[in-house]
């Protein structure tokens, strides 16, 4: 079974990226894991990096490519 969630970027308040994943945080005890290796391309994670530094309003720590 698969399931789809959508949510606003106004949800998120952190993320953060680790070497597999994204730890995309509503609060501190609530986050959604995107694991990397969801995307075809590296250029979709580099839009994605981009996508998130556009929202001044979300803490960030992104990776360097």
Do not use: V
């Not at 106004?10 to 694991?35: C, G, Q, V, W």
């Amino acid at each position: 079974e698969n399931f789809l969630t959508e949510h606003g970027w106004d949800k998120f308040y952190k993320i953060t990226e680790l070497k597999s994943f994204f730890l995309m945080y509503h609060d501190a005890r609530l986050m959604n894991i995107i694991p990397k290796s969801f995307f075809k391309h590296p250029a979709e994670i580099e839009r994605l990096r981009q996508l998130i530094a556009a929202k001044s309003h979300i803490r960030q720590q992104l990776r360097k490519s």
